[in-house]
């Protein structure tokens, strides 16, 4: 028992030492609600968090995550499940600064201990002038079908022009 108790704690200490690496590209925290009340340890949860388009200013995309609670989750092992939304909008002008490809990854979170990983790529409907984003996971191994998409009709604000996407498109 006290050697399963170590392994856990030095497991732990691994995950938050790898963790901080990556703090500069977390997303904002809105709001998390819980789903399954757990006794003693933490809850299984919904949880929704903003990012704002990296190369793509005037863009920002809301996404929502199930979070494992329990042992595993308390104490960052859990893989957790493939099921988020996604939704993306326009929140000011828009402003490309740099060429893109089609599918390009706009933003990833690890998933589970070492090998998921949820990813949002970026596309661009050269027809209609919209942005595409598309959310998926993705294993090692095995990939999920689950996914989900939204769109941003790039739009006149203010007395900005839009830009036309296609012609950031490498």
Same mark, same amino acid.
């Not at 990556?22 to 933490?42: G, Y």
């Not at 099921?83 to 490309?96: E, H, W």
């Not at 790529?121 to 689950?146: A, F, M, W």
């Given at each position: ?24 590209? #977390? ?11 757990? %006794? ?38 859990? #893989? #957790? ?25 706009? %933003? ?28 998926? *996971? ?9 996914? *989900? ?22």
């Amino acid at each position: 028992m006290r050697l399963m108790a170590k392994a856990a704690c030095a497991a732990a200490a691994f995950f938050i030492a790898t963790t901080a690496a990556f703090s500069a590209d #977390e997303p904002d925290l809105i709001f998390k609600k819980s789903t399954v009340w757990k %006794f003693l340890t933490p809850d299984h949860k919904l949880a929704t968090y903003a990012i704002d388009d990296p190369i793509i200013d005037g863009v920002a995309c809301h996404f929502t995550v199930p979070e494992k609670g329990g042992i595993s989750g308390w104490i960052g092992v859990a #893989e #957790e499940v493939s099921d988020v939304s996604l939704a993306c909008r326009q929140v000011g002008p828009v402003t490309i600064t740099e060429n893109f490809e089609q599918g390009e990854e706009m %933003f990833r979170q690890r998933r589970s201990f070492l090998f998921k990983k949820m990813r949002i790529v970026r596309g661009c409907d050269e027809t209609r002038n919209v942005l595409v984003y598309l959310v998926y *996971s993705d294993k090692l191994i095995e990939g999920s079908p689950k996914n *989900s998409t939204s769109t941003v009709p790039i739009m006149p604000w203010g007395e900005q022009q839009p830009p036309r996407c296609a012609d950031y498109l490498d």
